[in-house]
């Protein structure tokens, strides 16, 4: 894939009983933090921005972590936006609103 900067959404809906959902939420955001990438924790997702590589690193990461901690199951909800020709940042489509 390219190496320009895309934007992408996390959400991670954990299908547990054993503690609550927050608990992994929040692991699954320490996880992000950690990486260094560009990062907005919203209520319903969390926001990356980096280069495709990295960030699909990053989600990688938070699903291996919820695995290998012992969450029993969880939905990663996912949205990717690509530009081919470019870079696409968060602020580029929200300064408007600014």
Not at 65 to 90: F, M, P, V
Request: charged share 25%; net charge negative.
């Amino acid at each position: 894939m390219h190496d320009f900067i895309i934007n992408a959404s996390i959400q991670i809906v954990p299908i547990v009983q054993d503690r609550h959902p927050y608990e992994w939420v929040d692991e699954a955001i320490a996880i992000i933090q950690q990486s260094g990438i560009i990062y907005e924790v919203g209520p319903f997702s969390t926001v990356l921005e980096g280069r495709y590589d990295e960030v699909m690193r990053v989600i990688g990461d938070v699903n291996e972590h919820l695995y290998r901690k012992g969450c029993a199951e969880w939905i990663s909800n996912l949205q990717i936006q690509i530009r081919s020709e470019g870079d696409i940042t968060g602020s580029e489509k929200t300064k408007k609103f600014s």
